[in-house]
């Protein structure tokens, strides 16, 4: 069988964000359970466009979601370079073979004098391409003759060589989730392969490098597939045997309504990048998945279900499985709507997957900014204990800031609804009961807090909602004597006392 070598080839235009990294994680799944390569290929052939920081920021983003790049810029390989401003003495070569063939040509027709005629074009509500259709009256090297062009190129005129569509065509070919496509070639402009700079175009540079990097399949966004009757088409002028090529579907805004683009970021409440971007003109910053607080485990079984599904009810994948469940057979055709609240679904799952000592650890260096100072032991057994209430690791202070300090306030409202006049006299009986346990713990403060509120005839809520008010100041957190019992009869007597002292009904 052929070995299978798939790329991912991103523009350094900017940050990558979600949908781009949904489309190297599918190659890189494809690659890894086929025993393939992965290829990392950055296509910087558009020098107007490019960013800076936007090539280091592709890298880094892969390298946080855990995906390996086999051969690349930075892992070297045997069919490098692999940036293609590194490849340009390359494109010529083979755009120049296609002129000689006959199949492309010099084409000398000025920005402007196209300006025109697209303005004519446009005038008569129609629009301008440069095809079979006009071809025969502009300024190229079909029409012109041979000394004409050569006297052009010797005057250093400046050219771009478009490739010859063939006219009125049946194009049939195969993508691996579309299935059969059908294209007239007619609906197909003359395209520019190679440009007055002296740079390929992304047409030509892209089927060149597929085809010396030897690569089987061509994963991509949707939003090539109409690019890729003119693929077909050059890989045909070139004599080479096409790849395989499969085209995801879009990954659409929550409300279905549209392809969730870069500029959707933060201004629908949900990062669209993975890792933050700052603009290195602007200086403008955008949030990213990872600062966010979300797992990469996480946001990597969240891209894996935009257009594919594993054809049962497990939902949550590691990338290992992934890689063993994974085929292009089960990626849908449809657009795929990305849900934020179901990716928050997914790393509360990875949270909560996490051992106590593991979060403790991810949590310790937070705690240390804030000059938290704590024993490991004492905040792995708080993390057992708000565990199931965090979505994420960075809502562990506000879910537990009270094992850490006495209240310096308490709730208006709570004391308003549950502090009565005999509060001070129920929990001022209440300290001598907890003074005379032995064993502080969860269990045993229950079970004698509640036998002596049953033999007072004292109602639990009657009891319990200031006690709680009293160590956490207000009604939050999780079961009241799992806290006592971590606090210690010291600290629980002691914010009893200073709660008396200073809530005043
Ligand atoms: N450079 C293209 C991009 O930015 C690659 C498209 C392809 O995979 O062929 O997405």
């Excluded at 050569?150 to 250093?156: D, L, V």
């Excluded at 995801?248 to 969730?260: Q, S, V």
């Excluded at 969240?302 to 049962?312: E, H, K, M, R, V």
């Excluded at 509060?423 to 036998?451: A, G, Q, R, W």
Aim: overall charge negative; proline content about 5%; hydrophobic content about 35%.
């Amino acid at each position: 069988m052929k070995k299978i070598r798939v790329r991912f080839a991103p523009s350094p235009t900017g940050p990558l964000h979600m949908g781009g990294v949904r489309t190297a994680l599918f190659n890189y799944l494809f690659a890894k359970k086929n025993k393939g390569t992965f290829i990392l290929r950055i296509e910087d052939t558009d020098q107007k466009r490019f960013v800076k920081g936007a090539e280091e920021y592709i890298m880094k983003a892969l390298d946080w979601c855990g995906i390996e790049v086999d051969e690349g810029i930075k892992e070297g390989g045997d069919y490098g370079p692999y940036r293609q401003s590194e490849r340009k003495s390359i494109y010529k070569e083979y755009s120049d073979l296609l002129v000689k063939q006959g199949l492309a040509y010099y084409a000398f027709d000025t920005p402007e004098d196209l300006d025109k005629l697209r303005k004519k074009e446009e005038q008569g509500g129609r629009a301008f391409t440069y095809s079979a259709d006009n071809r025969d009256s502009l300024q190229n090297s079909l029409v012109l003759s041979e000394e004409e062009v050569q006297t052009k190129i010797r005057n250093e005129e400046p050219f771009v060589i478009r490739f010859k569509v063939p006219e009125n065509e049946i194009l049939n070919f195969v993508d691996v989730i579309r299935g059969n496509i059908e294209v007239n070639t007619s609906t197909l402009d003359d395209k520019v392969l190679f440009k007055s700079d002296g740079m390929p175009t992304y047409h030509l540079a892209n089927i060149v490098d597929d085809h010396l990097m030897e690569i089987s399949h061509v994963i991509r966004g949707e939003e090539w597939l109409p690019s890729l009757p003119l693929h077909i088409l050059l890989y045909r002028a070139f004599g080479w045997k096409a790849p395989e090529f499969a085209h995801m579907p879009l990954t659409l805004k929550p409300d279905g309504k549209g392809k969730l683009s870069k500029r959707d970021g933060d201004r629908l409440g949900f990062p669209i990048f993975p890792i933050e971007w700052t603009n290195p003109e602007t200086g403008e910053t955008s949030s990213g998945y990872r600062e966010s607080g979300y797992f990469p485990e996480a946001f990597i079984n969240i891209l894996a279900f935009l257009g594919w599904n594993p054809g049962t009810n497990q939902e949550l994948f590691s990338m290992d499985q992934l890689i063993e469940a994974f085929s292009l057979e089960r990626v849908i055709k449809a657009g795929s709507r990305f849900d934020p609240e179901k990716a928050k679904w997914f790393n509360q799952q990875y949270l909560r997957r996490k051992s106590n000592e593991e979060l403790a650890n991810l949590i310790f260096p937070g705690l240390a900014e804030k000059g938290v100072l704590v024993e490991q032991d004492y905040l792995i057994k708080v993390c057992d204990l708000v565990k199931e209430r965090l979505t994420f690791a960075n809502e562990f202070w506000e879910n537990s800031w009270f094992f850490f300090q006495a209240p310096g306030e308490y709730d208006e409202q709570v004391i308003k609804k549950r502090w009565k006049e005999n509060t001070p006299e129920i929990l001022n009986e209440l300290i001598p009961v907890l003074t005379k346990i032995d064993e502080f713990t969860s269990s045993n403060t229950e079970t004698e807090v509640k036998s002596w509120a049953e033999s007072k005839s004292y109602g639990l809520g009657q009891v319990l909602s200031p006690f709680r008010l009293a160590i956490v100041g207000g009604s939050i957190g999780p079961h009241l004597f799992d806290i006592i019992g971590l606090l210690g009869k010291e600290e629980t007597i002691m914010r009893l006392n200073k709660a008396l002292n200073i809530i005043k009904a």
